[in-house]
């Protein structure tokens, strides 16, 4: 805590229906009120992590994009990853920069056809094949991800060229 009554502490809640309610804290002097007004709009909430920084909660997480997999740990009561989820996250993250690689190519294919190149419009359809056969190439090396940080270095190149 900062000694200017400021902070960058974070509540972290669950509700009864499994949800998460994230608190930032910025006036330390307004804590009590905060944690109060909580406990009146959401009355079975039990606070499962205090921070001195706002989540993301997992340094691998740095921005927060496998929120969905953020689970708690029936044993701890401690938040935690599930990798299964989090591997679904991951080939989702993927399939949307796909989709816009196709976007890309999808003109690409109309200037070649545009301009009467047959063997560029065959090019393209290639690498668009190779976009449409993605998901099932990198469930491998998505399988074997044991971190989030793994799952971040399954980058195929055809979706950054």
Not at 21 to 42: G, L, N, P, S, T
Not at 65 to 87: G, L, Q
């Given at each position: 805590m900062k000694s200017d009554n400021t902070t960058e502490k974070s509540l972290m809640y669950q509700r009864d229906d499994g949800t998460f309610?994230?608190?930032?804290?910025?006036?330390?002097?307004?804590?009590?009120?905060?944690?109060?007004?909580?406990?009146?709009?959401?009355p079975n909430a039990t606070i499962i992590e205090q921070s001195g920084h706002g989540l993301p909660m997992f340094e691998?997480?740095?921005?927060?994009?496998?929120?969905?997999?953020?689970?708690?740990?029936?044993?701890?009561?401690?938040?935690?990853?599930?990798?299964?989820?989090?591997?679904?996250?991951?080939?989702?993250?993927?399939?949307?920069?796909?989709?816009?690689?196709?976007?890309?190519?999808?003109?690409?294919?109309?200037?070649?056809?545009?301009?009467?190149?047959?063997?560029?419009?065959?090019?393209i359809e290639k690498q668009k094949q190779k976009l449409r056969d993605l998901p099932q190439r990198v469930k491998s090396g998505l399988s074997k991800s044991k971190t989030l940080s793994d799952l971040d270095d399954i980058l195929p190149p055809e979706l950054y060229a």
């Open positions: 309610i994230q608190v930032y804290i910025f006036d330390f002097a307004q804590e009590k009120k905060v944690r109060k007004r909580i406990h009146e709009e959401f691998e997480d740095a921005i927060g994009a496998y929120w969905d997999a953020y689970e708690i740990n029936k044993k701890t009561k401690k938040p935690t990853v599930s990798m299964k989820v989090a591997r679904e996250v991951r080939l989702n993250q993927l399939r949307a920069c796909r989709e816009e690689t196709f976007k890309v190519l999808d003109q690409d294919v109309l200037v070649a056809l545009g301009k009467g190149k047959q063997s560029n419009v065959d090019t």
